[in-house]
């Protein structure tokens, strides 16, 4: 079983800048793509950010060039480095990555238990 642990959110102004961590443990053989995902309150879960196994990312348009994404493959780790926070960023913020723990079973999703980020003066 995968385990992933979520820490870095919190309460901040607008215009501030946070840091999600989350940590992937457990069995695992192989990660494939990590990323993250946020669901506001009356809103579905959408994707944030994404990073592939070789490092290429993706963003939504709506964090484009304030949020950046990065992965520490040796650490099971993927980051969200999020500045220029606004109201509409709060969230819950949940770590997402596609693995397998054995190398003759198929990749599954496994996710975070969410991380509140609150932007607001």
């Known amino acids: 079983q995968v385990q992933l642990v979520e820490s870095g959110g919190g309460l901040v102004q607008p215009g501030g800048s946070l840091r999600l961590s989350c940590a992937a443990s457990?069995?695992?053989?192989?990660?494939?793509?990590m990323g993250w995902y946020r669901q506001a309150p009356g809103k579905e879960r959408e994707l944030v950010a994404l990073?592939?196994?070789?490092?290429?990312?993706n963003y939504a348009g709506s964090v484009k060039g304030r949020f950046t994404i990065s992965r520490d493959s040796a650490k099971n780790a993927v980051y969200l480095q999020m500045n220029s926070l606004k109201p509409e960023d709060t969230a819950v913020y949940f770590c997402?990555?596609?693995?397998?723990?054995?190398?003759?079973?198929?990749?599954?999703?496994?996710w975070g238990q969410g991380t509140q980020v609150t932007v607001s003066s």
């Open positions: 997402n990555l596609s693995a397998r723990e054995r190398f003759d079973v198929p990749y599954e999703d496994y």
């Open positions: 457990g069995s695992i053989f192989r990660i494939n793509a």
């Open positions: 990073i592939s196994s070789s490092g290429v990312s």
